[in-house]
């Protein structure tokens, strides 16, 4: 399932997101690799890059572009593509949290032959929210994926995430993300994970994460990252 579809990179370095959106005249870079591993078999998004760019007040414009191994088939070449936009529809006030839809293509980009594709475009609509209270934000939300792929299937997925900040480079959190059933023949599957970022210097980051499932298909995932932010004027 995950060499077929695998899951998008949303908040990274964790599965869920949040609802802001990058700011207008900023962008920020990812360069990533992720591992899934299940069983014998793992599969690599190495090197990965994800781009945003504020376009608009509270809009946010998204790609991502994976590079993908797979090692039973020692394998390699580019994963599905992914298109994207974050709007940011609430603001965060006292007694209300921000809220924001990030609605994703996943293009079939990737090397058919060696199965990296998932064979058509597919869909994610999630809606996210996000509350801040000093140095701990929480965030999470809810989506519906619509894949109509030969042997695929449309699915719910959920996620909720705490984090604070431990210092002024460190920040750390844990999350529950769950994914309904993408596949025929697959099961429900509930991660926990765990991360961070550290701040290397003010618009450089280190991003961490690693997690295991504890209900469903048997998988450990990670994430290792650098993060780069910058503003731009026309």
Do not use: C
């Amino acid at each position: 399932m995950f060499v077929l579809a695998p899951p998008a990179q949303t908040g990274p370095p964790f599965q869920t997101d949040d609802p802001e959106p990058v700011p207008w005249h900023h962008y920020e870079a990812y360069v990533f690799t992720t591992v899934n591993r299940e069983g014998g078999l793992s599969s690599w998004h190495l090197p990965a890059s994800e781009f945003n760019v504020g376009a608009a007040p509270n809009l946010q414009l998204h790609m991502t572009i994976p590079g993908a191994f797979v090692n039973i088939r020692a394998a390699y070449a580019i994963g599905d593509a992914e298109l994207g936009a974050k709007y940011h529809f609430v603001e965060e006030s006292r007694n209300r949290p921000q809220i924001g839809a990030f609605p994703m293509l996943e293009l079939p980009t990737g090397n058919s032959r060696l199965g990296l594709r998932n064979g058509q475009i597919w869909a994610r609509l999630p809606v996210w929210v996000q509350k801040s209270h000093g140095p701990w934000t929480t965030y999470g939300g809810v989506g519906y994926e619509i894949n109509h792929a030969l042997g695929m299937k449309d699915s719910l997925f959920a996620g909720w995430l705490l984090q604070r900040q431990i210092t002024r480079r460190l920040t750390l959190g844990t999350e529950v993300y769950h994914q309904g059933v993408q596949s025929i023949g697959a099961r429900q599957t509930t991660f926990v994970d765990s991360g961070g970022y550290f701040n290397v210097r003010a618009n450089l980051s280190l991003l961490f994460m690693l997690g295991h499932t504890v209900t469903g298909e048997r998988h450990m995932v990670s994430y290792f990252g650098l993060y780069d932010t910058l503003e731009h004027r026309a």
